[in-house]
């Protein structure tokens, strides 16, 4: 109970410094996006149980302050949780590619769902344009912030969901 108590003051730091300092730190029109680095570091630690929850709670809030709808960041973040830990239970045990790879493809499923529905609430996009000045700059801001965000969730899961005591 105490992991999911700790996640929304997590979060909503997490959301704060997004929107507050990450979001103006961009590359051409792209930013990174501290809450699903976070969530792909927390879905790739073996221990942490409550990884879902993590994920449904950070989607309602991100997608309370965006302007996109709300299930947008819903189903792109359980999306990245979901591939985290089929990452993490079948395929492979070196964290840090796995992390750039959950980090590769959560946020290219998060920029092109973002996409889709923009297009089909009729906001006029060109798709060349956006992958090259939005989607790409993302994925590279997001990958040189993947390893001290692993680091950093890494530390919070052992805190949160210790492991067994030996004697």
């Known amino acids: 109970m105490v992991p ?12 704060l410094l997004q929107t507050a300092v990450i979001s103006r730190i961009m590359l051409i029109n792209g930013s990174a996006d501290l809450v699903l680095l976070i969530l792909a570091a927390l879905g790739l630690q073996e221990r942490v149980r409550h990884a879902w929850i993590w994920a449904v709670l950070a989607g309602l809030l991100v997608g309370f302050v965006s302007g996109v709808p709300w299930y947008v960041y819903l189903a792109s973040y359980l999306a990245v949780v979901g591939f985290a830990r089929l990452l993490t239970r079948r395929v492979w045990q070196a964290p840090l590619l796995a992390m750039f790879s959950v980090t590769l493809i959560g946020t290219l499923v998060l920029q092109m769902a973002t996409f889709i529905v923009l297009t089909f609430l009729q906001v006029p996009l060109g798709l060349s344009d956006v992958f090259g000045k939005i989607i790409l700059p993302s994925v590279l801001l997001n990958l040189l912030l993947a390893i001290p965000v692993y680091g950093l969730v890494r530390d919070l899961a052992y805190r949160l969901y210790p492991g067994e005591v030996e004697l």
């Open 4 to 15: 999911i108590l700790i996640s929304i003051p997590v979060l909503a730091l997490a959301l």
